[in-house]
C-alpha cells in the first residue's frame, strides 16, 4: 500500500491511465477507489484533478472504441466471449440486452456504475448498429461522469482518505492479506449464486437431433424464441417460431395444445433463460415443454445446409 501512494505520487496520472484502461478492458481491477485517492490527493496538490480526469477520460475512451469496433465487425460472437469470461455469464446477455432495449445508446452514460455492464455495453452498441457520432458522445459523457465522480468523493471526502491510507500504510503486507481476502469472498459468493441459479433451472434438454426425430415421428413440435428483443434484432428467429420477450405468457402460447412437445431456446450461456421459461410453461401444465440445448447456435449449425419444410414445426 506504501508503495501504491509512492507510486500516485510520482507518477500519479499514468497510474491511473493504467489501472482505469486494464480495468475497462475487462479485468477484474477496481480502478474507482484509485480515482478516489488520486481525488484526495489532488486537493494536497500533489497530483491536479484536471489531469487525472483527462487521463482517465482517455482510458476509457480507448477501450470503448475499441469494444465497440469489435461489436461492430464480430457482433453476437464477441458478446459471447465477454460472458464466458464474465464472473456472471447467465446473467450478462440478457441483463445487457435488457438495459440496452430499456435506454438504448443512453445506457452509456451510466454502465461503467454496473459491474459488467462497462465492458459489454460498448460492443453491443456497436452489434446493433449505433452510429459512430453517437456512441462517442454518450461514452464521453459517461466516461466524464465515472471519472469525475470518483475524483469528486475522494476530494470531498479527502481527510478521511488520508487517514485511511496512512492506517493502510502502517498495516503494510496485512493490508494486502484483507484485500485479497476480500476479493476471493467476493469470487466465491459470485459462485454461490451462480451454482443456485443453474440449479433452480436443473431441466432435462432436447438437443437438435432429438428435434429431428419428434419431425420424423410425426409430432409437429412448437418452437418458442425466449431471447430478447435485443438479441432477436441481431439474429433472426427461426422461422415459424413464436416469440417469448419475457413476463407473462401471451394469449398464443397460452392457448397452444398442451399435448403437443414445444421447445423453448436462446442464445444465452448454458441455455438458462430457455430453461426458466419451459419450466415456467410446464408449471402451466405443457408438460412436454424442453429447453434446447445449445439454443439457436446448435440449430443454426445444425440446419445452415438444409431448409425448413413448408408447414413450419412452430404453426399453431
Known amino acids: ?22 480495468e475497462q478492458i475487462g479485468m477484474p481491477i477496481p480502478a474507482f477507489p484509485i480515482l478516489i485517492v488520486a481525488g484526495a490527493m489532488s486537493v494536497d496538490g500533489d497530483t491536479p484533478w484536471i489531469s487525472v480526469l483527462a487521463v482517465a477520460m482517455l482510458a476509457c475512451l480507448i477501450s470503448d472504441s475499441f469494444w465497440f469496433r469489435a461489436g461492430r465487425f464480430y457482433g453476437k460472437r464477441i458478446l459471447k466471449l465477454l460472458c464466458k469470461i464474465s464472473l456472471s455469464p447467465d446473467y450478462c446477455v440478457s441483463q445487457t440486452e435488457d438495459n440496452f432495449k430499456r435506454w438504448g445508446p443512453k445506457a452509456l452514460i451510466v454502465s461503467k456504475f454496473i459491474p459488467g455492464f462497462n465492458v459489454i455495453a460498448p460492443p453491443l452498441a456497436g452489434a446493433l448498429g449505433t452510429s459512430r457520432g453517437t456512441f462517442l458522445c454518450f461514452s464521453i459523457m459517461g466516461s466524464l461522469l465515472w471519472a469525475g465522480t470518483g475524483i469528486g468523493i475522494g476530494a470531498f471526502f479527502h481527510t478521511s482518505v488520508d487517514q485511511l491510507l496512512d492506517i493502510l500504510s502502517t498495516m503494510g503486507s496485512t493490508a494486502l492479506i484483507v484485500l485479497l481476502v476480500l476479493l ?3 469470487v466465491a459468493f459470485k459462485y454461490v449464486e451462480r451454482k443456485r441459479f443453474r440449479q433452480s433451472v436443473e431441466i432435462d434438454r432436447i438437443t437438435v437431433e432429438d ?27 427461426v422461422p415459424g417460431a413464436l416469440l417469448f420477450n419475457g413476463g407473462e405468457l401471451s394469449a398464443e402460447i397460452s392457448g397452444l395444445d398442451k399435448s403437443r412437445p414445444i421447445i423453448v431456446y436462446c442464445s444465452c450461456p448454458n441455455d438458462v433463460t430457455a430453461a426458466h421459461v419451459a419450466k415456467s410453461l410446464i408449471g402451466q401444465g405443457f408438460h412436454r415443454a424442453r429447453p434446447l440445448h445449445g439454443g439457436l447456435e446448435a440449430w443454426n449449425a445444425a440446419f445452415r445446409s438444409e431448409s425448413l419444410p413448408q408447414d413450419t414445426p412452430a404453426s399453431v
Open 211 to 237: 428435434f429431428k426425430q419428434l419431425m420424423d415421428q410425426g409430432h409437429e413440435p412448437i418452437l418458442i424464441d425466449a431471447r430478447s428483443a435485443t438479441a432477436q434484432m441481431l439474429d433472426p428467429a
Open 1 to 22: 500500500m506504501a508503495n501504491l501512494i509512492l507510486l500516485l505520487q510520482e507518477y500519479g496520472v499514468l497510474i491511473v491511465f493504467g489501472i482505469v484502461l486494464v
Open 184 to 186: 476471493a469472498l467476493f
